[in-house]
T-cell receptor, first 113, second 115 residues
Framework: DGGITQSPKYLFRKEGQNVTLSCEQN?????MYWYRQDPGQGLRLIYY???????QKGDIAEGYSVSREKKESFPLTVTSAQKNPTAFYLC????????????FGDGTRLSIL | AQTVTQSQPEMSVQEAETVTLSCTYD???????LFWYKQPPSRQMILVIR??????QNATENRFSVNFQKAAKSFSLKISDSQLGDAAMYFC????????????FGTGTSLTVIP
């Protein structure tokens, strides 16, 4: 089945530790996105990538990093510089083209130990 | 950045009744796309309906329809014959047709369906 797979479903981070959230899609989508979701704040864009080896910062990129070495994969690293990382993280992807919607993975919940 | 506003944090509807969720947005552009997404307790975001700004006709998908008022920059979602499975967070989203690939989301409306 085609889809977007995020792993792990739950992740715990210790102080000073970097953690990486995985996002893989087999939909042959061109663009991929990472969002952070906090209660009452909707979805906020962290990073997005339109093509391999290229990505742009979103509204809240500080403390996060990404890579796009393959079309199918867009991992997000939450670094120790992100002081408040506890949130629900959603990965999305879409075909290029203005009317194409985003499709979402099931999300990863990150918590601080 | 574009602003999308959902002024109703919570709404409730009786099963089989109709409910309308509000969304307004701020833009100076004339060509754009609007979306409604549903996020049930499972947390997966599901596309409900989309509307192209250049189309005057309101989009419909089965029990879901929109009231798109371009001049008023309003994009409300109407759910008819509400079902228990409609209970979820609903997010309105905006995307420019011309500038960039970003989607801008509202803060969501939590819909409760009362049996």
């Amino acid at each position: 089945d085609g889809g977007i797979t995020q792993s792990p479903k739950y992740l715990f981070r210790k102080e000073g530790q970097n953690v990486t959230l995985s996002c893989e899609q087999n939909l042959n989508h061109d663009a991929m996105y990472w969002y952070r979701q906090d209660p009452g704040q909707g979805l906020r864009l962290i990073y997005y990538s339109q093509i391999v080896n290229d990505f742009q910062k979103g509204d809240i990129a500080e403390g996060y990093s990404v890579s796009r070495e393959k079309k199918e994969s867009f991992p997000l690293t939450v670094t120790s510089a992100q002081k408040n990382p506890t949130a629900f993280y959603l990965c999305a992807s879409r075909f290029s083209g203005p009317r194409q919607p985003q499709h979402f993975g099931d999300g990863t919940r990150l918590s601080i130990l | 950045a574009q602003t999308v506003t959902q002024s109703q944090p919570e709404m409730s509807v009786q099963e089989a009744e109709t409910v309308t969720l509000s969304c307004t947005y701020d833009t100076s552009e004339s060509d754009y796309y609007l979306f409604w997404y549903k996020q049930p307790p499972s947390r997966q975001m599901i596309l409900v309906i989309r509307q192209e700004a250049y189309k005057q006709q309101n989009a419909t998908e089965n029990r879901f329809s929109v009231n798109f008022q371009k001049a008023a920059k309003s994009f409300s979602l109407k759910i008819s014959d509400s079902q228990l499975g409609d209970a979820a967070m609903y997010f309105c989203a905006y995307r420019s047709a011309n500038t960039g690939n970003q989607f801008y989301f509202g803060t969501g409306t939590s819909l409760t369906v009362i049996p």
